[in-house]
């Protein structure tokens, strides 16, 4: 035994230099002796061989034994005399982790490769005894190259931490940068700790990994933020901090751009494909060289910049919706729609029967249409790095769909209001509910976005910057309707089919400057143009009554008295706002009781124009007899040439207007370190805001014409206390407003017909809205990891806030039948709106969480009506107060999201995103009790990236996992009484609330292909 154990022990040695000894030995040894080897080898094996494992060897056949002991030695010989390398690489200045940085370990002919984890870490395990050179690279940093890393000894372990500079092309006092680093979630983090603003970023890693596609929907995944949807439940319009989108403001690289939207002023976020940003910020706090019109937030797009070197991305991806495996999409021949009107076509003269066509309504089903996303960024830098130049091409192609229940309350005045009593009884105040809609709706859109930079370094105290943004929506939506009267018997049915065509663009065009004028002097401007329009050609509808008839085409008998005749509506509707607007900024350096203090001068001055068109045109059933119907095409219309622009008869509604914005600012500020730790900003701004409008009213109403004039003081303070490098507290107050949106301050009527379910108006007597706004937050920035802890607290006063209300009353100077529900922006009085947020972003090796929570609270107590019946004194309707939150604000919102990052082995990165939004107002209405929630809605999303091979990747994005729908109710418990002859249908809830809209989307998907250079 001891000789065997010697000859063991010396050809064990022997290996060390020659494997092939070791493979020799266990194909020639009878497998016998290798048991009883076996205890002899414990400490030369790394892993530890049991007699378990020993007596399953002597039952193996002697042939298997040796392959499997030669496929051992071979994994084993790496192990046994290998070493670990380890170690983390950081930011040189911010002590960050440079996450995804390449380690490269060379050795002779042989080069290993792995890269940085989330918390900047690397580790090379079984590295062979001997010398290495080690380098670190990444994009924007100065490759490091570290010399004689050596393993000694089997099981040695190398620990080195590197920190890297960025590398930089300077040119005196300007300096060019990548950008690559200025995508990455530690830019992101950079850019918070540092600001003098309080803010939340998100990076364009961040956003590329998420599920969405759009900025709208990326949105809801930040702190604070949730969104209002479209009617084919895709976020439209950001809300933030429980704050309606009309409190919100959007800006292009700083700069505020102008809306498409016919009637309001915030900007349709879903217009932005989120894949041409490079970064997403939310601000919550002004300083007073912002413009100061904001109380919610401000959502700046920061488009891609010009890199440090040459870069090109291509991607493309492909999917669908799960919601058109259940029934086809619906889609209508757009090519031969006549963009412009009857009226535009003639100048002003009358239409006829000739000018309409039917074409439009003609629906055809498309089973599993598909989605596309595809989209391309190229750029680089020339002539010694001074001139840089970047361009990104985004394009999108995707169906949605929506089934949809609604139930609408009374509009009309047979019962007092929209509600009512029951006599001798204690049901008071009960909403009349009139119809239930069922509606089946098809949205298609191809969304196109184009931005370029240049920029041009002249000199080294001056540089030059042009930036270029286009953006271009089609949306093509039809709407298939049935409608059941609930209050008739059996139930009168009307089908109704409407087809539309929605164009939207935003152009954006900023020269900018920076110019150092002295060693302590800068002066920054910038010349911009913008153009925002929307046209909606022929959005086309048509109607009939099926009262007496199974429901659909072909055969249906048309008769004379069914009380509601087909029709035929043809609508032409275009509006463009553009904005001219010049900003200039002086900053001062200078040393005051042996302090820098850094003062900050500028003024803006902008001209807006707003112009909107609108012609409808009605044909109704020609005759009195029946017809019978087989096809579209077999209804036979009657047009009246004196109806054909309705918009400009006898009163006229003001849905044609022209408008101009003269706004005005000039700001003071000042910056200084009034402790070692503490830094103080404060100023004040003036803001001057001068509109006048025309509108197509007769000239007798005394609202054709108007002119509203206003100006704003708005101070604002922050204070920024740095507890050490990591953690600070930060403190704010500024004061701040917002303007009411045209449509609101011109008494336009946008008949119920012509909407989803109600009449809207707006209101010349609007006010606007101010805000003392006030802000603390505390900052952790963890020195290991890309993490991040916030915790901060709100408070805003709001006076005079504007809500979107039920009025009984038409205030346009128009008539209208008496209690008809028309829904009007109003001032609802002074409203206290407070709230605690709490984001985490935190990672542990590969893993990772990111979540956040927005509690906020507000309250604005308003006059309502309450109806009642009683056997002595009849009806009667009361005032009464109701305390309610803000309309469209959710006490609770939040985020979690699971990461998992490997760029090393796996190169995968996968989200499960959960986003959640809890129960809001949607609308108010003017009686008690009787306003419309939205219940709490949640969804889960995933998306993937894997890398395929070093420049190309597949990802993937789910969307709506669980097939979460939307839903809203009325708190008020469901009562069928004998005014309410027939059920209510869907009420799922019965003696709680009353069910009134439901919105079902389903799962949609991605998988596509992105290719790095």
């Known amino acids: 035994m001891a000789k065997t154990e010697t000859i063991l022990t010396t050809e064990v040695a022997c290996f060390k230099t020659k494997k092939a000894l070791l493979i020799w030995w266990a194909v020639t040894i009878p497998h016998p002796l290798i048991t009883k080897l076996l205890p002899f080898a414990n400490g030369i094996i790394c892993t530890s061989l049991t007699n378990t494992f020993a007596e399953i060897l002597n039952k193996m056949p002697q042939f298997y034994t040796r392959l499997w002991l030669l496929l051992g030695c071979i994994v084993f010989s790496t192990a046994v005399f290998a070493g670990i390398v380890k170690g983390k690489v950081t930011d040189s200045k911010t002590g960050e982790p440079l996450v995804g940085a390449t380690v490269v370990l060379e050795g002779g002919k042989k080069k290993i490769t792995t890269n940085v984890n989330l918390d900047g870490s690397y580790t090379f395990k079984n590295v062979r005894v001997g010398s290495y050179h080690l380098k670190v690279i990444f994009t924007g940093y100065k490759t490091v190259a570290i010399a004689d890393v050596r393993i000694k000894t089997p099981n040695d372990v190398v620990v080195i931490g590197q920190s890297l500079e960025e590398a930089t092309s300077e040119l005196d006092e300007v300096q060019v940068t990548t950008n690559g680093n200025k995508e990455s979630d530690n830019s992101a983090r950079r850019i918070e700790k540092n600001n003098d603003a309080l803010e939340n970023v998100m990076s364009a890693k961040t956003i590329e990994l998420s599920p969405d596609v759009t900025v709208a929907n990326s949105l809801q995944r930040m702190s604070g933020v949730s969104f209002q949807s479209s009617s084919s439940g895709e976020g439209k319009y950001a809300i933030i901090r429980g704050m309606d989108q009309r409190y919100n403001t959007t800006l292009i690289n700083g700069i505020p751009i102008p809306s498409p939207d016919d009637r309001f002023r915030y900007v349709p976020m879903n217009l932005f494909p989120s894949d041409i940003l490079q970064r997403l910020e939310v601000v919550k706090a002004l300083t007073p060289n912002m413009e100061g019109n904001a109380i919610g937030g401000v959502m700046n797009l920061v488009m891609k910049d010009a890199p440090n070197k040459e870069e090109f991305r291509v991607f493309a991806a492909g999917g669908g919706n799960t919601l058109f495996n259940d029934r086809p999409y619906a889609s209508f021949p757009h090519g031969g729609i006549n963009k412009k009107s009857p009226y535009e076509l003639t100048n002003g003269g009358n239409a006829t029967d000739s000018s309409f066509t039917t074409n439009n309504l003609k629906l055809t089903p498309r089973k599993q249409p598909f989605n596309l996303q595809t989209g391309l960024t190229f750029g680089n830098r020339y002539f010694h790095k001074k001139l840089g130049f970047v361009l990104s091409l985004s394009y999108q192609s995707f169906f949605r769909g929506t089934d949809q229940t609604l139930i609408t309350q009374y509009p009309g005045s047979r019962i007092i209001g929209n509600a009512y009593g029951v006599s001798g009884a204690t049901i008071n105040n009960y909403p009349v509910l009139d119809q239930v809609f069922k509606n089946t709706i098809s949205t298609g859109q191809k969304r196109f976005a184009l931005n ?12 030059i910057s042009l930036y270029n943004l286009f953006v271009h929506l089609d949306e093509f939506q039809t709407r298939v309707q049935g409608d059941t009267d609930v209050n008739a018997t059996p139930g009168a049915v009307s089908y109704s089919t409407r087809t539309g065509w929605r164009i939207q663009s935003i152009y954006n065009t900023t020269l900018h400057g920076e110019h150092k004028l002295a060693n302590r002097v800068m002066l920054d401007w910038s010349a911009t143009y913008s153009l925002a329009k929307q046209q909606q050609p022929d959005l086309a509808s048509y109607g009939y009554d099926a009262s007496y008839q199974k429901p659909g085409f072909p055969i249906q008998y048309y008769p004379a008295d069914s009380g509601k005749p087909a029709s035929l509506k043809h609508t032409w509707s275009h509006n463009k706002d553009q904005d001219v607007a010049g900003y200039i900024n002086l900053t001062l350096k200078r040393n005051i009781a042996h302090r820098d203090v850094e003062f900050g001068f500028g003024g803006m001055f902008r001209e807006k124009t707003r112009e ?96 509203i004039y206003y100006y704003d003081f708005l101070p604002s303070l922050h204070l920024k206390y740095s507890l050490n490098s990591r953690q600070s507290i930060r403190a704010s107050y500024f004061r701040s407003f917002i303007r009411p949106s045209f449509a609101e301050i011109l008494p336009s009527l946008i008949p119920a017909s012509e909407t989803e379910a109600y009449a809207q108006q707006g209101n010349p007597y609007l006010k606007h809205t101010t805000a003392d706004n006030y802000d603390i937050r505390f900052e952790i920035y963890p020195k290991k990891g890309a993490g991040q802890l916030l915790i901060g607290a709100f408070v805003k006063k709001i006076y005079n806030p504007i809500e979107v209300t039920f009025s009984h009353s038409n205030i346009t100077g128009n008539t209208s039948s008496p209690g008809t529900n028309i829904l009007t922006p109003t001032n609802v009085g002074n409203v206290t709106n407070a709230g605690l947020e709490f984001l985490i972003v935190h990672y542990l090796g590969k893993f990772g969480i990111s979540a956040n929570y927005t509690y906020t609270h507000s309250a604005t107590t308003t006059s309502k009506n309450y109806f009642t019946i009683d056997a002595l004194s009849g009806s009667r309707t009361d005032s009464v107060n109701q305390t309610r939150p803000l309309q469209g604000q959710a006490q609770h919102i939040g985020n979690v999201s699971l990461l998992f990052k490997d760029n090393n082995k796996l190169g995968l990165d996968m989200q499960l995103a959960y986003v959640y939004t809890g129960e809001r107002i949607q609308l108010v209405n003017s009686y008690y009790n009787l306003d419309t929630w939205q219940s709490p809605f949640g969804q889960l999303d995933f998306s993937f990236t894997k890398k395929i091979v070093k420049k190309v990747e597949v990802y993937g994005k789910i969307i709506n996992l669980t097939n979460e729908h939307t839903r809203y109710f009325i708190k008020n418990p469901y009562y069928n009484s004998a005014k309410n002859t027939n059920a209510l249908p869907f009420q799922d809830k019965p003696g709680k609330e009353i069910f009134v809209q439901q919105d079902i989307f389903k799962t949609s998907y991605l998988l596509g292909v992105r290719y790095r250079l």
């Open 612 to 707: 909107n068109f609108y012609r409808t045109y009605s044909l109704s059933v020609s005759g009195n007899s029946a017809q019978i119907i087989t096809d579209l095409d077999s209804f036979h219309y009657q047009f009246n040439p004196t109806n054909s622009n309705p918009a400009s008869g006898t009163t006229g509604t003001a849905r044609n207007f022209s408008i101009t914005e003269d706004v005005a600012a000039a700001y003071a500020q000042f910056k200084f370190m009034a402790t070692t730790n503490l830094q103080i900003l404060g100023g004040v701004r003036f803001e001057n805001t001068d509109q006048h409008y025309t509108t197509d009213l007769i000239p007798i109403l005394t609202t054709k014409y108007g002119h």
């Open 452 to 463: 370029n930079k240049f920029d041009y370094i002249i000199n080294n105290r001056n540089k």
